[in-house]
């Protein structure tokens, strides 16, 4: 016998809980945000609840596209080194024993446990000038005398991408281990070369894969906020630090509120045209 | 199956019971929550200043470890609308200070219930526009310039050795233009004064003879544990940093705190007490407790915080007070353009300045 299928509030009930959820923990302060950024900025005090665009039109400065800009091309930059390192990474690791996956799974979810600030200072040090690696180049004779690579841009990418990398192997891991063993066997049964199988198959048939690891790894590093302090120099400073700078140390909610607003909408524009690429191209590939 | 929820039930109630009941016991012990800075300042407070006054005075102190920066002032102001205080005696340093006057956000202090109040520099008692009270003062302290000693091993006389050429790359120095106070510093150093700072076209005349040392900083920091750090390796050798926990570090590292020619920076932080708090009488007795020189000196020698009374009446000998402070005039923070109607220009033009 079928049971009839549930109806009214009994259908409801299990979506009840996430919606709830959602709602408290998302909608509502997103909701207190938008409005703050309309409302109106007293300068040396806090804010009115007068309605003003005032702090929309604040935004259009030279320092405010700079550090967008900015913010969004490291962002990109680290989402592009995670998979294009990453991805042949994964794609190794699927191609092991059972037993050496989960020793290098373990070892990737333990560098999640790692907070930014440990992994910032870290990062600091083995750049340093005093006690880095390039003390170690020095011994080697590689290099003339020790030098100091951080705070600087390169040092901010490494650390951004250390952060991002483990997120970025744990998501390309299922569709990679998932994938058919007998499309590269095939491939290379036809005559294919181990890299062309690599770049043509295995790269081709997880497209989607790639761009959702590439959106999600954008959107992840775009909040960084604690390692452009500690691994950059003010100009590489990300949006996120503006903000903050904004809302706690001037007091002034309402711009900070309204630059938040702003830089989601483009970042979602961004993601939302990333897809579309992605989809567009994908169907005529085949 | 059904008994067990019931039971369960019973003891919630039980327990809900005797909480009620026993609650109102609790309440008639006299307690004071005291917002002071997390980390360093509440540890030392928890373990020097805190026990003892409960000995003395019988109040129990709750310690709450505030947020620096402006994040507590927004509480506080959040809290005192929903009519509740976080903390009834709060530490809040001189910018938050101004911030909060302009809702009336502080609580008028009668100085006739703190009569230790005369024990104190005059600069320490904070007051509303109309010359009510509404601060007074608790902790304050120096921002000089270090140096570590290896890299440096002749001490700098002024801070304007921070735009010598030889400096390149080599200078820590705070981020942002309200806990720098480096306008101050470079207009008592270049512009014979603060005074400079009171049009726009005096900061911008300032803002860009600072413009002029950014080749030599390596680091703008917010974060003062990474210059610490960089400071005692030498891998940032020289910075504008707290005399304080300098002087502390000069024991085991090669770091030296110098008050310039022109005058350490002095900052301070003052006990306020929101409107919204019921503890008033309470306050007071800690207030006027705070401004005793006996504690004034423990703090000295314990946290290493310069005195907010007069020198003569802590008793602190020669070396003591040096290790805290200086008898070369002080450069005073102008808090007063940081919340005046230039602070969003000043925010903005600071900014500007070194992120380009």
Known sequence: MIEDKPKGLRALLPILYPAVTLVVFFVIPFGIMLAVSFFEREPGGFYTTDFSIDNYGNLFTELFGRVLVFSIFISALCAVICVAVGFPFTYFITRMRRKAQVVWLVILVSVLSLSAVIVAFAWSLLLSQTAGISNLFVWLGLMGKPVSWSPGFWALTAGMCYIAFPYTVLVLYPPLSRLDPHLPEAAQTLGASPVTTFFTVVLGSLRSAIVATLIMVFAFTLGTYLIPQILGRPQHWTLSVLITDEAVYHSNLPLASAMAVFFMVVSLALVGLTMLIGKSRGPAAR | ?356
């Open chain 2, 1 to 356: 199956m059904s008994t067990k929820p019931r039971l369960l039930w019973s003891i919630l109630i039980f327990c809900a019971a005797v909480a009620f009941v026993v609650q109102p016991g609790l309440a008639a012990e006299k307690t004071l929550k005291v917002g002071v800075y997390g980390g360093y300042f509440k540890d030392s407070f928890d373990k020097h200043i805190f026990p003892d006054f409960t000995k003395e005075t019988g109040i129990k102190v709750e310690s709450v470890a505030e947020p620096t920066g402006e994040a507590w002032l927004v509480q506080l102001e959040q809290a005192a609308k929903a009519g509740v205080a976080p903390a009834d005696v709060n530490m809040i340093a001189q910018v938050p200070m101004l911030r909060g006057q302009k809702t009336k956000l502080w609580a008028p202090l009668d100085l006739a219930k703190i009569p230790n109040h005369k024990n104190l520099l005059p600069v320490f008692v904070h007051k509303y526009p109309d010359g009510k009270v509404d601060g007074i003062g608790a902790v304050s302290w120096y921002i000089t310039l270090v140096s570590n000693t290896k890299v440096f091993p002749e001490a700098p006389k002024s801070w304007g050795d921070m735009w010598n050429a030889d400096k390149k790359d080599k200078l820590g120095l705070l981020a942002l233009v309200s806990n720098s106070f480096l306008l101050e510093v470079t207009a008592t150093t270049y512009f014979g004064g603060t005074k400079v700072l009171d049009t726009k076209e005096g900061i911008q005349k300032v803002l860009d003879k600072l413009a002029a040392v950014k080749p030599n900083v390596k680091l703008w920091y917010r974060d003062e544990a990474q210059f610490e750090q960089a400071l005692k390796s030498g891998e940032i050798p020289m910075g504008q940093y707290y005399h304080d926990v300098a002087t502390l570090a000069s024991k085991d590292h090669p770091v030296r705190s110098t008050f310039p020619k022109e005058g350490g920076v002095l900052d301070s932080g003052s006990w306020a007490v929101p409107k919204s708090s019921k503890k008033m009488e309470e306050a007071y007795v800690f207030i006027n407790y705070m401004c005793r020189p006996d504690i004034q000196k423990k703090l000295s020698l314990k946290v290493g915080t310069s005195p907010t009374v007069k020198k003569e009446l802590t008793g602190l000998t020669a070396e003591d007070f040096a290790a805290v402070s200086s008898d070369i005039k002080p450069i005073i923070p102008r808090y007063d353009i940081y919340t005046g109607p230039l602070s969003d220009w000043i925010n903005q033009k600071w900014t500007e300045m070194i992120t380009k």
